[in-house]
């Protein structure tokens, strides 16, 4: 099979035979790119074009003219603005309470040796793969006993099932990865281990940390079972509760939706996650690889 | 397991001691943690098996009942439940096929080096990083059997006569369920395939080119045999997740009765009807079954393995 290889060699050593060579990979390229983007293209579409234009056939693939009176009418409404701010808070105390509460468990099961640090470490892998569903009874009843029904406090608890186990295992993988000189200089030192923990392990996995905060706030604000089983007044909905209350109806017609108000909302919220997640695409990729794909 | 480091220990005898002193402030530092973890989700879980014999009500009157059995020997002749778990597992296969295999080949394409290949894996992470009632959001809306662009271009393209009403059509509803899902979480599965492909050592593939292997033998001799292990994590976080399945589905159907899946059927009967002991055996239940799967998939892993 030697042949055809070199034949393609040759072929590339030509700048038109290479085109010809890369020409079917791009558009591969191309379709995969199209592919992952075209939804986006379409919401983008739909929140600039003017609600009555979103209703006319044959639909047109361009908004013209177009129009910020979708946004105006998403942002007017205090609903959503509610909802925004609701799930800043809801997804914010969470990503620092598992921050907080999860570096610490990772600075024990990361660099101590102790009986008893595999089992917690496996209790911890099989919380990551806990299903929500199967609790929610429970924590139904509970968060009814204490008084927590219908409010913020209920979710951010409740989050935490799925958000602090991730990260902890991600953590304690970004804690084992440090080299121990600097940890002994410093105990050699006099320090004490909190000291360790603040001023030398710390400011090293700071990495790690905006990795999977941005994980846990992900995966915070896109949540749904528990805010729909555990909220009722609009004025505590989330940002999934606000964005998809006009139009669960059962399998009716999409008649009288306003799908303008909600593409233009979908845009504002989806946004700045997409931006978040641009940025710090590297980082993402290895904090998904070292709780997945190493676990 | 990467090395642990321990704090320097310059005298060996005072070894017990400090040993000792590591242990106690290891399990303080754990502390915290193990606290949330026994109380959001050991504690709920707990009670979860106990409120599954039970006939509790969400703020019934009359006090609880132990029930014994009961609530399981409902469950086995619960039709719509039977109903539900078809539902999840077609969903299940059909998502997780067409992820892995789509997604595979995602990935040895952007595997390749190329210009803008950068940009490509940026591009893959923003369909995961959008909320899952979001993306089901906007496939409605693409679906629509009006105004959707989704018949519009397939009208285009001649693949149909007239407007479909994918949705609401029982023969294609699953399907653009499916399409969401698939749609949102194939970049995400190629890129945890990227990255072990990015772990194979290239210069397997060099002596393979050099002994005269063609793209293909090289594929199943060195690509699949080595990317194994990541396939195995992939297949099983993507079932697990597939099992539980929730939003898509209510999003587009709400609970109608013929597309309700596992996860939406427990949460309607405990929060809608207030029926906590019978959605606890539920939940039991669908924990069982989440579980054999899991069980499938490392005994999978182990006899492949031997």
């Known amino acids: 099979m030697a042949r055809p290889v070199s034949r393609t060699r040759r072929l590339r050593k030509h700048p038109l035979g290479r085109l010809v060579v890369r020409t079917p990979f791009y558009v591969l390229v191309a379709a995969i790119f199209v592919y992952a983007l075209f939804p986006f293209y379409w919401v983008l579409r739909s929140s600039f074009t003017p609600e009555a234009k979103l209703f006319q056939t044959p639909i047109k693939y361009w908004p013209s003219p177009a129009t910020l009176d979708n946004y105006r009418a998403a942002l007017s409404s205090s609903f959503f603005t509610d909802a925004l701010l609701n799930s800043v808070i809801v997804a914010g105390s969470v990503t620092l309470l598992s921050l907080a509460i999860g570096a610490s468990a990772a600075f024990a099961l990361g660099r101590f040796k102790f009986h008893g640090r595999s089992f917690v470490l496996y209790l911890v892998l099989s919380m990551t793969i806990f299903p929500q569903i199967a609790i929610l009874g429970a924590l139904y009843t509970t968060i009814t006993k204490f008084n927590l029904y219908d409010t913020l406090g209920a979710l951010i608890f409740s989050y935490l099932i799925f958000t602090l186990p991730f990260t902890i295992w991600v953590l304690t993988s970004f804690m084992r990865t440090l080299p121990g000189d600097l940890e002994e200089a410093a105990y050699v030192d006099g320090a004490t281990p909190l000291q360790v923990f603040w001023k030398v392990l710390l400011p090293l996995i700071a990495p790690g940390l905006v990795t999977t905060g941005l994980l846990a706030f992900i995966s915070a604000w896109n949540e749904y079972l528990y805010a729909l089983s555990f909220i009722q007044s609009p004025s505590h909905y989330t940002v999934p509760l606000a964005i998809t209350s006009f139009t669960i109806s059962g399998t009716g017609s999409n008649f009288a939706v306003p799908w303008g108000a909600i593409m233009a909302a979908t845009v504002i919220i989806t946004l700045p996650l997409i931006a978040m997640v641009l940025l710090l695409q590297r980082r993402i990729i290895s904090g998904l690889t070292a709780g997945a794909v190493k676990g | ?306």
């Open chain 2, 1 to 306: 397991m990467a090395s642990v480091a321990a704090p320097a220990q310059p005298r060996r005898r005072r070894r017990t001691k400090l040993q000792r002193r590591q242990t106690r402030i290891a399990w303080l530092l754990l502390l915290p943690s193990l606290a949330v973890v026994a109380l959001v989700a050991l504690y709920p879980l707990g009670k979860t098996v106990y409120q599954s014999f039970t006939d509790q009500e969400f703020l019934a009157l009359t006090p609880t009942k132990w029930v014994g059995l009961a609530n399981y020997r409902q469950l086995i002749h619960d039709a719509v439940f039977r109903g539900a778990i078809w539902e999840t597992i077609k969903f299940t296969l059909i998502t997780v096929s067409f992820e892995f295999a789509l997604g595979l080949a995602i990935a040895l394409v952007v595997h390749s080096k190329f210009k803008g290949r950068g940009v490509m894996r940026a591009v893959m992470l923003v369909p995961w990083a959008i909320p899952t009632v979001v993306a089901a959001q906007m496939w409605k809306w693409m679906l629509d059997d009006t105004y959707g662009v989704i018949n519009d271009l397939a009208m285009r393209l001649h693949l149909i006569s007239h407007p479909h009403a994918w949705i609401a059509d029982p023969s294609t509803s699953l399907a653009s369920v499916c399409a969401v899902d698939i749609w949102k979480t194939t970049p995400f599965v190629a890129l945890l395939l990227l990255a072990g492909l990015q772990v194979i050592p290239q210069d397997l593939y060099e002596a393979a080119r050099v002994d005269g292997a063609n793209m293909l033998q090289q594929f199943w001799r060195i690509t699949f045999p080595l990317l194994k292990p990541a396939i195995l994590v992939t297949l099983i976080f993507r079932t697990l997740d597939a099992l539980r399945v929730f939003d898509v589905f209510y999003v587009f159907f709400g609970n109608a009765p013929n597309t309700q899946t596992m996860a939406i059927y427990d949460q309607f009967t405990i929060v809608g009807s207030g029926h906590v002991g019978y959605g606890a055996a539920m939940s039991v239940a669908i924990f069982l079954i989440i579980a054999v799967f899991v069980v499938i998939y490392v005994t999978l892993n182990r006899v492949r393995e031997a």
